[in-house]
Structure formats: C-alpha cells, structure tokens
C-alpha cells in the first residue's frame, strides 16, 4: 500500500503562482512513476504531468507546459507541482497518483493509489 497525502493548494489571482506538494509513505519502493492530474466541476479527470520515480523524465499535458514544473525528492518521498502563470481555467481539485504496475503515464486507470486532492482556485 502507497499513502499519499497532497497539500499546498488555496486561492490565488490570474498570473500568481501556487506549489502542491504530495507526501508518500508506505511501499513506495515499486512505484514506477507518479503524476498530477485534476479535475474541474463537470468535467473528466485530466492529466498534467508525470515523472518517474527512480530517474528524471518528466512529461506535461500541453495545457500547462511552460507553466508548470513536476519535481520530486527521493529522499523525502516527495513530488512537487510548482504552477506559475496560472490562469482561471487552471481551477479545479488537484490529486497526485502512483502507479506501481507501469502503463500510460496519461490514463488514470494506470494509476494504483490516489491522494485526496487539494482545491486549486484561481481568480480573474
């Protein structure tokens, strides 16, 4: 089992910027790769970034490349989501993901553990 604990969002205006964090603990030892997504009322859960938890690829959707930047400490068990520029259409609950089992870094359903998400609001 693979807890993750995310934090970091809140209210903030067009153009600020906002970092997410989010805390594993647990057997993280055969996590292959973890990601963001989020969702926004009535809408499907989107991707926006992954990165591989024992080496250094990155990947983003293209809504936020250039924006946002994916990160992580080994030593912490820690994944970071640095989100600057942000924009109103950024808005939405923010979750982090592990996948234990490989797949698409994309589809959620390749993703094994979730955190509870944190409230991202970014005002006009």
């Known amino acids: 089992q693979v807890q993750l604990v995310e934090s970091g969002g809140g209210v903030v205006q067009a153009g600020g910027s906002l970092r997410l964090s989010c805390a594993a603990s647990?057997?993280?030892?055969?996590?292959?790769?973890m990601g963001w997504f989020r969702q926004a009322p009535g809408k499907d859960r989107e991707f926006i970034a992954t990165?591989?938890?024992?080496?250094?690829?990155?990947y983003y959707a293209d809504s936020v490349k250039g924006r946002f930047t994916i990160s992580r400490d080994y030593v912490k068990n820690t994944m970071y989501l640095q989100m600057n520029s942000l924009k109103p259409e950024d808005t939405a609950v923010y979750y982090c993901?592990?996948?234990?089992?490989?797949?698409?870094?994309?589809?959620?359903?390749?993703?094994?553990?979730w955190g509870q998400g944190t409230q991202v609001t970014v005002s006009s």
């Open positions: 990165i591989w938890w024992r080496g250094i690829s990155t």
């Open positions: 647990g057997r993280t030892f055969g996590t292959h790769f």
């Open positions: 993901a592990a996948s234990t089992g490989g797949g698409s870094y994309t589809r959620s359903s390749d993703y094994d553990y």
